[in-house]
Every structure is written in C-alpha cells, then in structure tokens.
C-alpha cells in the first residue's frame, strides 16, 4: 500500500491522522492521492457549509422541525450517515500512514488514536440519535397524528384567527376521591402576529355554571349542580363528570369527554372560543421539577403544607424540590384558593423561565419520561410548528392577567355577563395597546382597567 511504501513514521502517523479526522484528505494529500485527497476535503467543505446554513440561516426553524416526527427520523439518519463516512474516512486515512508493521508500539498507539476518533464521532452522534428518538416518542405520545377535521395549512395555521384561546389545567387527585379535578383553570389568550397574552383566571369554585346547549345543558337546565355529596357542584368537577357520564359528550372517546366539555363551558363562560387544552397532572408536575433539579421561586409569606401541617415554606428565594413544589402551588392553609392560584401561576411561569436547553439537554430522558405522565392535551402534531413559533413570540411579549376572584365575581352567584364583558374590555384594550408607546411592566394600570399586571411573582 501507498502508506507502506511511504513508511511513515510515529510522530507522522499521528499527526495526520488527527488532521485527517479534522479536515479530510490530508492523510491522502500526504500518501500523494491527490485526487481523492481534494475531493475528500471538497466533500468535507460542502457538509460544513450545509450544517452552518442549516444552523444560521434556518435556525428560527429548528424548533419547529424538532416536534415534527417525520423531520426527527431525518435528521437520525442523517447523523448515523455523516457519522458512518466521518469514522470511514478516520479509517481510511489511518490505513494509509500507519507506521510500518515492524514498529509494533507506533502502529499501537495510532491505532488507539484511530479508535478514540472513532468514538469521538460515534458518541455524540449515539447521544443525538437517542435524543431525536426520545423527542419523537414524547411528540408521538402525547400529541395526536392529525386533525383531519380541520387541516392546518403552513402559510395560515390559525385559519385566519386575530387570536387564539388555549385552556391550560392543573388536574389534582386525591386517594379519598376518584378521578381528577381540575383545580388550576386558566385560559390563554394570544395574539397570533405579535404573541401578547392575556391570562383569565377562572376559580375552581364557580357554582352555577351553565353546561353548553345539548344534552349536558338539558341534564343540568339550571347549571352545572354535580351528582351527589362528592360533586356539590363546582366548575373543577365539570370535566371529570363528563368522563364518568359519556352521555353528556356523544361521540367523544374516553379520555376526551372532559376536555371536549369543559373547553365549550369554558368557552360560554367567558364568551371566546378555547381552541385547545393542556393539562399538566400536579404529581407529575412535581416529577419534571425534580428532573430538572428543582425550580427557584420567591416565597413572599411562609407556607405551611402536608395535610397535618408537617412542613413549611420559609419566604425568601429558595429552590424547591418536586415535592415542596407541589405544596407550594397546592397549599391553602391559611390562605385559599385564590391566592393559591397565583402561586400556581408564579410556579408555571419559573419552571418556563428556568428550562433553559442546558438543563433540558442534561436531564432530557427523565424529562421525556416525566413529561409523558404529566401531560395531555388535545394538540394535533401538525399544529405544533405554529404552537413552537408563536411560543417564542410570547417569550418576548407582554403577558397581562385578569382573575375572576372575588370581589369582582361573587362565587356562589356568578354575573356571567360581567364577566363576558370584562373579557371583552380587556381583549380591546389589549387591541388599542397595539400601536400605542408601549408602558413598563411594571407600570400600574389605569383604576378603571380590567387588566391587572401580575404582581404577585418577584
């Protein structure tokens, strides 16, 4: 062989093997094969400057492509591919300047050089292969194939909507009860150009509530009033009650019942319609925050939680466990349920901030796994490029808040039509705020605003 008769020595041998793996055809430059030398290292050039363009001048879209399975299979073999003919050239290049087969302790150590390179390549590329199949399990798992009864086009995935209205749930069980209640219900309302937010929170104690027209509104003609002592009747019974009455919901699958229900009571209540939902279940809730090390917030008041008042929350910043997480957002001693949805809200909005791709990538398989149990939602897969595009959007808007608390709505008796007008006012100032100077966040809103900037998170 070339590299025989060249009788490259040690020193030699090493060195452009490492150049080899670092641009290819030099070891052949060097074995004077000139010509695959130079097309190796055009090759290299081209996949260089097709991976840096993909990087930079795509790079918005990478998210998007991340939670399409189809694109996830690609980029796989694509890696396994460039991987493949990296560790090939490696190889190659090794077979040519490896020192002369009397020098038993050169060809040694070049070839355990050849082979770290090796693994070098194949390493990385194993872990981003196993990524890519971990993120399609998640995206296959929790998301649905299609949505055949409304397709979602590319240049229009909104279908021509200003905004659209998502229903985020926080669902709670509890070994005394069976199934679950949705105890944190809050509709997002974005705006599809610019992604600002406005958040309407709807207690879990709303009584009364009138159940969409058909047969759930002619089995409660008078509003929503439960099944018995374990149902008195709130607006956090509504969707497991759906799914324990298919009656109610006809043509809607197990596991759909509640969520078709709720969003179209959700939607009357408020008087826009909830598009989407997504309900994270707090005891896997407490399982993404312990995959992610824990989750920082400030603790303005101590917190006193367990059922028997075993533990407490000290204020101050702290980072909490899973678990103190979990009480944190679910505790009412000594407060109650509203002001445990702004802790709910503060909790949400730290573990969003705090999910950096750092942390995501170094405990991404417990993440995936946590993320399984702890989500459902009703999204098609292909929506999800839109949801990731108009996600980033709200990264960088303004998100405002407005809760149906008390004393602007009285629980027990709710004013269904103030409240619908309150939505309405807050959605048209949100509007007239498009092309006027743009306040502070932390500027104070106007005494007769129905927008309430949420102050309660540091």
Known sequence: MMGEDRRFGLGASIALTLASALLWGVAHLAAERRRTGLALMAAYVVMLAAVLTVFTAFSTHLLSLAVQPRWLIWLTVALVVIALLWTSVIIWSFLLVRPARSDTVGRFLSTT???????????????????????????????????????????????????????????????????????????????????????????????????????????????????????????????????????????????????????????????????????????????????????????????????????????????LSGQEALWYGRSRTDSDDYVRMGRQKCLLNAVAKQADPITVLNSFERLAAATKRAISTDLPQDLLPAVVDLSQKVKNARIRSLNFVPPLINTADPDWYLMRRKVSDALEEHASTKTAPTRSPSATPEPDSPLNLDATCA
């Open 113 to 319: 050089l050849a082979i770290a390179l090796c693994a070098l390549v194949l390493a990385p590329t194993a872990y981003a292969a196993r990524l890519a199949y971990l993120s399609r399990d998640v995206v296959n798992t929790l998301f649905s194939p299609s949505n055949t009864a409304a397709p979602v086009l590319s240049q229009d995935p909104w279908n021509g909507a200003e905004r659209v209205n998502f229903l985020l749930l926080g669902g709670d069980s509890a070994p005394s009860r069976p199934g679950v209640r949705t105890d944190s219900m809050t509709v997002a309302s974005v705006d599809v150009q610019t992604g600002a937010t406005v958040l309407f929170g709807l207690p879990r104690n709303l009584q009364q509530v009138q159940l969409p027209e058909g047969p759930a509104r002619e089995a409660f003609p008078f509003g929503f009033t439960g099944g018995g002592p374990d149902t008195p009747g709130l607006l956090n019974e509504v969707f497991q009650y759906a799914e324990d009455h298919p009656e109610l919901v006809p043509g809607a699958a197990k596991g759909r019942r509640g969520p078709t229900l709720l969003k179209q009571t959700v939607s009357d209540i408020l008087g826009i319609p909830v598009s989407h939902y997504a309900m994270v279940d707090m005891k896997g809730f407490a399982e993404l925050v312990d995959a992610m090390g824990g989750v920082q917030v400030t603790i303005r008041e101590p917190i006193v939680y367990g059922r028997h008042r075993e533990g407490l929350l000290p204020a101050g910043t702290r980072k």
